[in-house]
């Protein structure tokens, strides 16, 4: 790997950067589409790279039941057997610890999962989460951590604090005992739950290994915890991992959400959330998500948004029509997955150009203004970006909505 700090923002903490991988470049801040299943839903590769996008996840867990290995072996690894010739990263199965939690045992040699296929058995340790992603190749792998909910409280989140940093020391064993260092970069997950001391501790310890790691990502966020202790985790992290290094924020996918995480420092962040809102029938705009199930979209004869470049949009495939194949037919699915990912897209490469120019700060506020309107700014963002200097309540008389004010759950447009 390659990175350069090309611009930092002169207000807050946002920079752009070069992450120059096996594949090709990355410029960030980026959005990774979340392709589970080495397939973005309803999408081909083709069409994902002409949407400009370099970087997508791929799923350590579920490649390993299916296909398996040895498909991936014959196939020469993911890239080839999915057809993406762009960047790939691969989680390492330290989510599934959590969303899988009811078929999962945790002890310190690694977790066993019974297969949801089959019922069958599987010990996933470190090491084996490393042999996994290398038979995969994707161009950034991650340590095998100990994940519990956000929401979990008590002993167990230092336990698994601790666990991540031990089993981080394994990935590394095995990872350089493989010989492909220079083709895949592995990342470190900073766990610690909501309590800033452990994350603190986790900090000290995955940063005396940065000369053993490519990367850093911030983990055990986005479980329901509320959003003003998000952002300032979050905070805490960024501000302390190296400036020499990508931060990736995991699990973050609505907009304000990421526009906050780039005011903070992080470079990277993937969700399935606009893939599948879009199967929702729920497209995001710069005016805040809109629901195209609705009834007032029937007779509407305007493409999603007349400024967007992307193909639903620029073949002028109207609301009326999607609003009469939505949820019904896959092609409505497929038309707002591909408007959706373009919007994400979109708003980090508008996010970059401004902190290029030493405009961001401004990017945020005509951002809120136009995602929220007049209907209230989510507080958390307020006091978030507060934090970096940008203050967006600033000559204005817009209200503030407490909680997570995410626009996506009213989507009402």
């Excluded at 007349?306 to 699915?333: D, G, Q, V, Y």
């Amino acid at each position: 790997m390659q990175f350069e700090v090309i611009a930092k923002c002169h207000t807050t903490k946002a920079r752009v950067s070069r992450m120059t991988l096996a594949h090709g470049v990355t410029m960030l801040p980026t959005f990774m589409p979340v392709a589970t299943q080495a397939a973005i839903k309803g999408l081909t590769p083709q069409q994902v790279d002409s949407l400009g996008i370099t970087l997508i996840l791929n799923n350590t867990y579920h490649l390993n039941l299916r296909p398996g290995l040895e498909v991936l072996n014959e196939a020469g690894g993911a890239h080839k057997f999915q057809g993406w010739n762009g960047n790939l990263l691969t989680d390492s199965g330290g989510f599934q610890l959590v969303s899988l939690s009811k078929f999962t045992t945790i002890t310190e040699e690694g977790a066993l999962f019974a297969s949801p296929f089959t019922g069958e058995p599987t010990m996933l340790t470190p090491e084996e989460s490393m042999n996994i992603q290398h038979t995969i190749g994707a161009d950034i792998i991650m340590q095998l951590d100990d994940v519990v909910s956000s929401l979990t409280t008590g002993s167990r989140v230092e336990e698994a604090m601790h666990r991540s940093v031990r089993w981080l020391d394994r990935c590394i064993t095995q990872h350089e005992k493989s010989g492909k260092n220079d083709t895949q970069n592995l990342f470190a997950i900073v766990q610690g739950g909501l309590d800033p001391v452990l994350r603190d501790k986790c900090l000290e310890e995955m940063i005396s290994r940065r000369d053993r790691v490519a990367g850093y990502a911030i983990g055990g966020l986005s479980g329901g915890e509320e959003k003003d202790i998000f952002w300032r985790v979050i905070k805490q992290c960024a501000d302390k991992l190296p400036e020499d290094r990508p931060r990736y924020s995991m699990g973050i996918g609505f907009a304000e959400d990421l526009m906050v995480c780039v005011a903070l420092g992080v470079d990277m962040a993937d969700c399935v959330f606009p893939t599948r809102t879009a199967r929702f029938g729920v497209a995001l705009t710069h005016n805040g998500p809109l629901n195209l199930k609705l009834k007032k979209h029937a007779n509407d004869f305007s493409p999603i948004d007349e400024t967007c470049p992307c193909p639903t949009c620029t073949s002028k495939m109207s609301r009326a029509m999607l609003n009469h194949t939505i949820t019904h037919e896959t092609s409505a699915a497929h038309a707002v997955t591909l408007h959706n990912l373009v919007f994400q897209a979109q708003i980090m490469g508008r996010a970059r150009e401004a902190i290029i120019n030493g405009t961001f700060p401004d990017y945020l506020r005509s951002f809120f203004a136009q995602y929220f309107g007049d209907a209230g700014y989510p507080e958390w963002c307020v006091n978030a970006l507060r934090s970096v200097g940008v203050d967006l309540l600033e000559g204005k008389s817009v209200p503030t909505i407490p909680g997570s004010g995410a626009k996506w759950e009213y989507a009402n447009a």
